[in-house]
């Protein structure tokens, strides 16, 4: 089992910054890719930004690259997703994930999800 419960979210202004957190806990195998989803109101569940165990690779939707930065402390087995220059398109749930794969993780294949943090950002 693997337990993650995000932190960070909150209300800002556009063109603001929030940065999210993720504690996992649990069976380290299970969390080698760790990252992030977002759910607006009446949209799918999209796929934002992930990192694998080692932190020497990423991946980012489109729509927040050049703003959103991944990164995961592996001593403290916290992901982070720092992000500038928000959007009202940004607000949403955020949603932390966890898998042993990157490639599952990115199809959001994994049984690991935090409970979610609203980040809300007004124009």
């Known amino acids: 089992q693997v337990q993650l419960v995000e932190s960070g979210g909150g209300l800002v202004q556009a063109g603001g910054s929030l940065r999210l957190s993720c504690a996992a806990s649990g069976h380290t195998d299970s969390y080698y890719a760790m990252g992030w989803f977002r759910r607006a109101p009446g949209k799918e569940r999209e796929f934002v930004s992930l990192i694998n165990k080692d932190g020497d690779y990423t991946l980012y939707t489109d729509s927040v690259k050049g703003r959103f930065t991944i990164s995961r402390d592996n001593a403290k087995n916290t992901v982070y997703l720092q992000m500038n220059s928000l959007k009202p398109d940004d607000s949403a749930v955020y949603y932390c994930?966890?898998?042993?794969?990157?490639?599952?993780?990115?199809?959001?294949?994994?049984?690991?999800w935090g409970q979610g943090t609203q980040v809300t950002v007004s124009s």
């Open positions: 994930a966890a898998g042993p794969t990157l490639s599952g993780l990115r199809r959001g294949r994994t049984d690991y």
